[in-house]
């Protein structure tokens, strides 16, 4: 029997499959559902309302940001507590037992068989969706949508917005440069968080393993956190990244 039981939500959603753009936007950490088999983890409903569970803000930036590009999107619907999908498996960070500093009762003292249920109903349907994305496209542009906390254990982020890069930071370093064109923005690279084979998985795997161009987003939540943010930075994105794309071509 898998973890999950009939009717409950999709593993993920994908937006205009055959959409013409290249960019292929991918948002890990889009919902905050949780299987029915696994209750509440044992977290309150406050906390789930919280960064911990999802990224706040960013499904809804991607799906208008996936219609003003006409761009494949694809949005993972469960909780990064049930299991992280920007995590390897194999990780302990796949299953946090702390986020924050939120104990996650639910995720303490997990056997091999609850992870590989969790990995089986949710983190291997949407990577092997994205792979076949990759797979079936001419071209992508690899998109990795995410946002951060302005507070993170009582410290400040004053960054609004941030780029990402491990192997390949060509793209990433273009749209930074762009972003702090755009008018009073504080821009970070690879802060608060950065990508590496030891802390992310989408990028890693689908971007650079395939030689892909990529960047990773991060935007602060209390921006995107009403439909007016939501609407704003969707708009600056669908009006940058085509530059940003350009300008990388000029450079080939």
Known sequence: MGLLEDGEAPVYEVLREVGPSPFLLTADHAGRVIPRRLGDLGVSQAELDRHIAWDIGIAEVTRRLSAALDATAILQNYSRLVIDCNRNP???????EVSE?????????LDEAAKVARREAIFEPYHRTIGRLVAVRARTIYVAMHSFTPVYLGAARPMHVAVLYNRNPRLSKILADLL???????VAENAPYRVSDETDYGVPVHAE?????????EIRQDLIADETGQAE??????????????QLEARA
């Open 233 to 246: 930075w969707a708009e600056r994105l669908a009006r940058l990244l085509p530059g940003a794309l350009r």
């Open 180 to 186: 702090r064109a755009d008018g009073g923005l504080a």
């Open 101 to 109: 500093a939120t104990a996650i009762p639910g995720n303490q003292g």
């Open 209 to 217: 393993r395939n030689g892909l161009d990529y960047l990773e987003l």
């Open 90 to 96: 194999g990780w302990a960070s796949a299953f946090p």
